[in-house]
Every structure is written in structure tokens, then in C-alpha cells.
């Protein structure tokens, strides 16, 4: 599924940019910039932000291990309740 529309960025590539952070650096921040500058590409109108975070949060290597601000298991079932609620 393609989450950026403007840099034809799908859930895929996000979530392989993630893991490849991960195993990179185990305590890094993983953030919207790291992954697009990962995948060598920048945002444009930021309107994928929403989608974009609840596909880097639902990828297992997200997490700082022993970090309870940015637990190891994401907690999307949640998220996701809340929204269709
Ligand atoms: S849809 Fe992602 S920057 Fe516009």
C-alpha cells in the first residue's frame, strides 16, 4: 500500500527502513526524517504523517528495548480502537 503519495513511499519500504535503523543502531530515535532520508527522499505536504507514524509504530523493531517512553511492542490495537470508536 502506498502511504506517501508524493514520494510514492509504500508501508513496506517504511517498515524495511525501519528494521534496517534498528539492526543498524539499537537505540536510535526512529523518526519520519530518518525514514525518509533513509529511503533518500524528503516529506512534501506532510499529509501522510498520520499513516506514516502508525506504520513506523506497527513495525516490532520500532522501539528502544528498555525504553518504556518507546516500548519494543508497539501499542497499535489500541490506536487503531480508538479511531474507528
Ligand atoms: S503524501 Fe507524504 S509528503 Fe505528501
Redesign the pocket.
Same mark, same amino acid.
Given at each position: 500500500m502506498i502511504? +506517501?503519495? +508524493? /514520494?510514492s513511499?509504500s508501508d513496506h519500504e517504511i517498515r524495511a527502513a525501519v528494521d534496517w535503523m534498528r539492526a543498524a543502531d539499537p537505540s536510535t530515535i526512529i523518526t519520519p526524517g530518518k525514514v525518509y532520508h533513509a529511503l533518500g527522499k524528503?516529506?512534501? +505536504? &506532510? &499529509? +501522510? /504523517?498520520p499513516v506514516?507514524l502508525d506504520t513506523m509504530r506497527s513495525c516490532e523493531s520500532f522501539g528502544v528495548a528498555g525504553d518504556p517512553a518507546r516500548p519494543a511492542a508497539p501499542m497499535l490495537k489500541p490506536m487503531r480502537a480508538r479511531r474507528l470508536g
Amino acid at each position: 500500500m502506498i502511504v +506517501c503519495h +508524493c /514520494m510514492s513511499i509504500s508501508d513496506h519500504e517504511i517498515r524495511a527502513a525501519v528494521d534496517w535503523m534498528r539492526a543498524a543502531d539499537p537505540s536510535t530515535i526512529i523518526t519520519p526524517g530518518k525514514v525518509y532520508h533513509a529511503l533518500g527522499k524528503k516529506a512534501d +505536504c &506532510g &499529509g +501522510c /504523517m498520520p499513516v506514516f507514524l502508525d506504520t513506523m509504530r506497527s513495525c516490532e523493531s520500532f522501539g528502544v528495548a528498555g525504553d518504556p517512553a518507546r516500548p519494543a511492542a508497539p501499542m497499535l490495537k489500541p490506536m487503531r480502537a480508538r479511531r474507528l470508536g
